[in-house]
């Protein structure tokens, strides 16, 4: 299994990025799939959750700027990220999760390798 994340990068407070996760290795429409990130010296925190179904939860920190979607035809999870903040600034993953809505980092089934977003005041 591979979740492939992409879309990171530097922008300013206020600016939007796309993130992309492409995962290969198993039957996508059977996972939920999640967001979280990873500041430094942080815990990795959970940002968004899409579940099987299509139905989204979100971080009391990104509702109403960040929204998370899928697109089972192509195998690939999205984040779209509005109004970013300089504390919106981590490392983003990606997760996958065959029995779980993942909200919590703890247990997840597989997790992408990362994509850093910098958020500069």
Same mark, same amino acid.
């Given at each position: 299994?591979?979740?492939?994340? *992409?879309? +990171? !990068?530097l922008?300013?407070?206020?600016?939007s990025?796309?993130?992309?996760? #492409?995962? %290969?290795g198993?039957?996508?429409?059977?996972y939920?799939?999640g967001?979280?990130?990873?500041a430094?010296g942080?815990?990795?925190?959970?940002v968004?959750?899409? *579940?099987? +179904? !299509?139905?989204?939860?979100?971080?009391?920190?990104?509702k109403g700027?960040? #929204?998370? %979607?899928r697109d089972n035809?192509?195998?690939?999870?999205?984040?779209r990220?509005?109004?970013l903040?300089?504390?919106d600034t981590?490392?983003y993953?990606?997760?996958?999760?065959?029995?779980t809505?993942?909200r919590?980092?703890?247990g997840?089934?597989?997790?992408?390798q990362?994509?850093?977003?910098?958020v500069s005041?």
């Amino acid at each position: 299994v591979q979740l492939q994340a *992409s879309g +990171g !990068g530097l922008v300013q407070a206020g600016g939007s990025l796309r993130l992309s996760c #492409a995962a %290969s290795g198993l039957t996508f429409s059977s996972y939920a799939m999640g967001w979280f990130r990873q500041a430094p010296g942080k815990e990795r925190e959970f940002v968004a959750a899409i *579940s099987w +179904g !299509g139905v989204n939860t979100y971080a009391d920190t990104v509702k109403g700027r960040f #929204a998370i %979607s899928r697109d089972n035809a192509k195998n690939t999870v999205y984040l779209r990220m509005n109004s970013l903040k300089p504390e919106d600034t981590a490392v983003y993953y990606c997760a996958a999760d065959r029995t779980t809505i993942p909200r919590s980092a703890v247990g997840v089934d597989y997790w992408g390798q990362g994509t850093q977003v910098t958020v500069s005041s």
